[in-house]
């Protein structure tokens, strides 16, 4: 039997991650619309074909941000999305993560099994040694998500981001390699 090459860049038992490509434009749109009750007011993810493929476009080409899609490994349906973004090389190998999950898939465990696997990929291949995290106080699935992968809470920025109209506090959290491999 002929061996097919998987499309994950990484797989666990449940999901898989891949890079974000423009084909993944309706699907991840029509997840966007029908999830807009469970990212509201945390997260503005583009919404129509063309939000989606400036989007996608700069997670594709700008060596500073990595964009994966976590899928599920029993049909491929888009679970939800993780971004890498401000990274930073040198001395400091850091980037900023960002998450969504999409309805369907929500409560499920699917996001967790994924920020593990891209977690995994930003220390092994990317060669990263600090990943970091800033949620808003109340986005308590978001904040759940980080302690639950190992992420320690480092400090409180009151006015940190411009969200929805308005600077933002936001909780710091990060992991470093040193602190998955010791743990």
Not at 140 to 165: H, I, K, N, Q
Request: proline residues 5%.
């Amino acid at each position: 039997m002929p061996h097919t090459a998987s499309p994950y860049l990484a797989e666990g038992p449940r999901v898989g991650i891949r890079h974000f490509t423009q084909d993944d434009a309706a699907e991840f749109t029509a997840r966007v619309r029908e999830s807009l009750d469970l990212h509201r007011p945390w997260l503005f993810p583009p919404a129509t074909a063309e939000a989606y493929a400036a989007y996608a476009g700069r997670l594709i080409e700008d060596e500073d941000r990595a964009g994966y899609l976590v899928c599920d490994r029993d049909d491929g349906a888009i679970a939800g999305y993780i971004n890498i973004n401000n990274i930073v090389r040198g001395a400091f190998q850091s980037g900023a993560l960002g998450y969504g999950a999409f309805a369907h898939a929500a409560g499920r465990g699917l996001m967790k099994e994924g920020l593990n696997l891209v977690i995994g990929h930003a220390f092994g291949p990317l060669g990263l040694h600090r990943l970091e995290i800033n949620a808003q106080p109340g986005n308590t699935a978001s904040l759940a998500l980080a302690r639950s992968c190992g992420f320690r809470l480092e400090g409180y920025s009151p006015g940190m981001l411009y969200v929805d109209g308005a600077w933002r506090d936001h909780e710091r959290w990060a992991l470093t390699a040193e602190m998955r491999t010791s743990g």
